[in-house]
């Protein structure tokens, strides 16, 4: 178990009979603002939901020790048990649901169900020339949309590296998961990722062979449309809407 730091969170709706809270993990370089902003009210009126920002990443701080999958997977954990949560509802995005898939591994007890959000497994269901992209990249190839909400909660210039370092030595170190990680994770899965997304459709399908009960949707958009990200959205929602349908019948069940 990795030494554990306080997670930055928000509660929003109210528990609601019959369902555990749902727990929203963000991805690379993101907030709760950017990356949930559009969807949260739409599933608080369904739950009561928990986000999180993971370590150095919005209002949470960094911390000494590596920022890794595992480790974020055992913070999320470790905030469940310090606020008396014994079972949740999953939704990753991005890196959010490779820590997602992480907790349902880990600490499987606590996830009734997640929905991996363009998520892999593997550094071979990245599209072509992602990887040489993440090996070159510097901060001006950041986003602007992340720098600025970054900006707007730590004004200190310095923050912003740290933030790109973390999020992109998280990415550079990544080590290909095993098939078996996959096969023993027993939690029900909804895999949902874009047909022009950074990861490959055949990526998906294979992660939703793999893991025994398992659902795919594939949605005719980029890497986040679907959940009205703040970059891949530009704030057409339309997506979001046609998409979330679906989520909520998979969280419902």
Not at 119 to 127: D, L, S, W
Not at 130 to 142: H, K, P, V, Y
Not at 222 to 248: K, N, R
């Amino acid at each position: 178990m990795s030494t554990t730091i306080e997670l930055y969170y928000e509660m929003h709706g109210v528990p609601m009979p019959g369902t555990v809270p749902l727990v929203l993990v963000h991805g690379g370089g993101s907030t709760i603002g950017t990356n949930w902003a559009a969807i949260l009210p739409h599933l608080a009126a369904t739950r009561q939901v928990l986000a999180v920002e993971l370590q150095g990443h919005g209002r949470t701080p960094n911390a000494d020790r590596p920022y890794t999958f595992e480790n974020s997977a055992d913070d999320v954990a470790a905030l469940l048990g310090a606020l008396g949560i014994e079972q949740v509802d999953l939704l990753g995005f991005s890196n959010g649901g490779n820590v997602a898939m992480r907790v349902a591994m880990r600490h499987s007890h606590l996830v009734r169900r997640q929905v991996v959000a363009s998520a892999f497994y593997r550094r071979e269901g990245m599209v072509d020339g992602f990887w040489e992209g993440m090996r070159t990249a510097d901060i001006a190839s950041m986003p602007e949309v992340y720098l600025a909400a970054d900006r707007a909660l730590n004004p200190d210039p310095a923050h912003q590296q740290q933030l790109f370092d973390l999020d992109t030595g998280q990415m550079r170190n990544f080590t290909d998961w095993s098939d078996a990680e996959l096969t023993a994770m027993n939690t029900p899965t909804l895999y949902i990722g874009g047909d022009r997304d950074v990861i490959r459709v055949e990526h998906f399908v294979t992660m939703a062979r793999l893991t025994p009960d398992a659902e795919l949707l594939i949605v005719p958009t980029g890497h986040g449309e679907y959940l009205g990200e703040l970059l891949a959205s530009g704030g057409d929602l339309s997506t979001m809407h046609a998409t979330l349908p679906w989520l909520l019948a998979f969280l419902s069940d």
